[in-house]
């Protein structure tokens, strides 16, 4: 026999179908799965800060309420500060603070090393409660606001 003769008798090569990308390796299917629960978790903790800062925002928002014509007073800072202490803090903790102790605790909890220097305009409402409140005070009193550690932060 001619080899030219069987070379000519074989069939001609197939190539092999090509590989789709459906349905995706088992590595894939688990990154996917990953990237979902990464995803989904990160959107539950997202919503819950966002949540938990609500009293935050509506603390910014009554201290920007007030204008110039309208300044707040020591006295009006000083319930905006117990108040937005009083959503971080046990009652028993914070509600009967006063004084040094008051200016203290607020210097302590701050987000930022702070010292009591910064709030002692605060001392002055139990002589003079209606004097307005000064431009100082209110960057303070909106810093302490924004940057607090609440108790379980």
């Given at each position: 026999m001619?080899?030219?003769?069987?070379?000519?008798?074989?069939?001609?090569?197939?190539?092999?179908?090509?590989?789709?990308?459906?349905?995706?390796?088992?590595?894939?299917?688990?990154?996917?799965?990953?990237?979902?629960?990464?995803?989904?978790?990160?959107?539950?903790?997202?919503?819950?800060?966002?949540?938990?800062?609500?009293?935050?925002?509506?603390?910014?928002?009554?201290?920007?309420?007030f204008s110039a014509a309208?300044?707040?007073?020591?006295?009006?800072i000083n319930r905006l500060l117990k108040t937005v202490a009083l959503q971080c803090w046990p009652t028993e903790e914070v509600a009967n603070l006063a004084g040094d102790a008051w200016l203290a605790f607020l210097a302590a909890s701050a987000g930022k090393p702070s010292g009591k220097q910064d709030f002692t305009e605060l001392a002055t409402i139990y002589h003079h409660?209606?004097?307005?409140?000064?431009?100082?005070?209110?960057?303070?009193?909106?810093?302490?606001i924004k940057k607090h550690r609440r108790a379980h932060d």
């Amino acid at each position: 026999m001619d080899p030219e003769t069987l070379l000519n008798q074989l069939a001609p090569l197939r190539q092999p179908t090509t590989i789709g990308w459906w349905p995706p390796a088992i590595g894939w299917w688990l990154l996917a799965a990953l990237l979902l629960f990464g995803g989904a978790a990160a959107g539950v903790w997202q919503w819950r800060r966002y949540r938990n800062a609500r009293y935050r925002r509506l603390a910014l928002k009554t201290l920007d309420g007030f204008s110039a014509a309208e300044p707040l007073s020591v006295a009006e800072i000083n319930r905006l500060l117990k108040t937005v202490a009083l959503q971080c803090w046990p009652t028993e903790e914070v509600a009967n603070l006063a004084g040094d102790a008051w200016l203290a605790f607020l210097a302590a909890s701050a987000g930022k090393p702070s010292g009591k220097q910064d709030f002692t305009e605060l001392a002055t409402i139990y002589h003079h409660p209606d004097i307005p409140a000064s431009a100082q005070l209110l960057a303070v009193t909106r810093s302490w606001i924004k940057k607090h550690r609440r108790a379980h932060d």
